[in-house]
Structures are given as C-alpha cells and as structure tokens.
C-alpha cells in the first residue's frame, strides 16, 4: 500500500482514524506541512497484507516459468510452512 500524503492540520484532526488505519489496516501516511514532507505514520512493524495481494504477486511472479515435480513439490511445502506461520487478522470492530 503506497503512503498517503496528508497535511499535518489534517492528521492532527483525525490522528485517531490515522493510527487505527496505521495499525489494522497497514496504511501510511506522509505527513505535510507547507506542502514539504516533515513525518511520516506508519504501522510498526510488519504490514499485514491481503490473500489477494500475494496471489497478484504470486500469479506475476509464475508467468512463463515451468517447473518440474521435484520443484513444485519443494514450493507446496514451503507454502505450507508460510501458511503454518501466519498470524491472524485482528479484526477489533465486529458487527
């Protein structure tokens, strides 16, 4: 998720929205003052990223590339392992 460019008035209004956006979401923000780049808020931390951002990735990443059975076999068990690692999504507002 590329940084969003905010001006330091408008985070200070809504630093709240800012910092749960930061922290649930992975969002960045570049904050302005005078229209020059002074900080920055973002999440600490890993950012956490969505199932279709690794298939997009993972889809451009195997155009044209053939492998064999040894190698895809090697692949599914690292997936695997990934997968075993992941942490889960908070989700704090629940409806």
């Excluded at 190698?71 to 999504?89: C, F, I, K, M």
Aim: aromatic share 6%.
């Amino acid at each position: 998720m590329d940084p969003v460019s905010i001006s330091v008035t408008e985070a200070s209004r809504n630093f709240a929205e800012c910092v749960n956006r930061a922290r649930y979401q992975g969002a960045s923000f570049i904050l302005l003052k005078g229209g020059a780049p002074v900080a920055r808020i973002e999440p600490a931390g890993q950012k956490p990223r969505k199932g279709s951002e690794l298939a997009a990735a993972l889809q451009k990443a195997v155009e044209g590339v053939h492998v064999g059975e040894v190698e895809a076999t090697s692949w599914l068990h690292d997936l695997e392992q990934a997968r075993g690692s992941l942490q889960p999504q908070v989700r704090p507002w629940r409806f």
